[in-house]
């Protein structure tokens, strides 16, 4: 069981991320942080950011960026375009939103698993995201080619079964 820092804004993804790391990992989250707090980051094994988010709020400040820069704790970075992270260092991997289920997962426990299996774990992640989304485009289109699909547009002119009389009349009491 690791325990999870997580810096996100908005309230819904926090709790969608707290939710889909609950039973294995203890996750602490925060709206919004200092520069200085990152120092109060030791007691955990994991910090997830979501850049995308800070950076849309004029909340992700160079002071922010340095103090994450110089953390020495694993990270998972979440960000639109990975091309735009500004953060550089080692034990940093970054997930690209929107977040989907499995590179998450699989970022996550690359970080938190010991130093032999971690570089193995994020070649397993890097290799599934690209193959992710090499077969999404042709995915999509046998999937629904897969489908039966019903014609819904022939008229069935069945008459309704005649009544069989009359029911009894109710009585009263």
Known sequence: MGKVFLIEPL??????????????????DKGDIGASEVAGFKDYDLLIVDAAALRERNRLTPD??????????????????????????????????????????????ALLSPPGHAKERIGSLVAATSKGTAKKGSGETSEQSAFRFIDLVDVVDDKPPPKQGKKAPRKSK
């Open 64 to 109: 922010i960026i340095r103090a994450i820069q110089g953390c020495k704790m694993p990270t998972v970075w979440l960000e639109e375009d990975p091309s735009s992270h500004t953060v550089k260092r080692e034990k940093l991997v970054i997930v690209k939103k929107p977040i989907e289920k499995e590179p998450f997962q699989l970022a996550v426990a």
């Open 11 to 28: 309230k819904v993804l926090r709790q969608a991320i707290t939710l889909s790391l609950f039973p294995e990992h203890d996750v602490t």
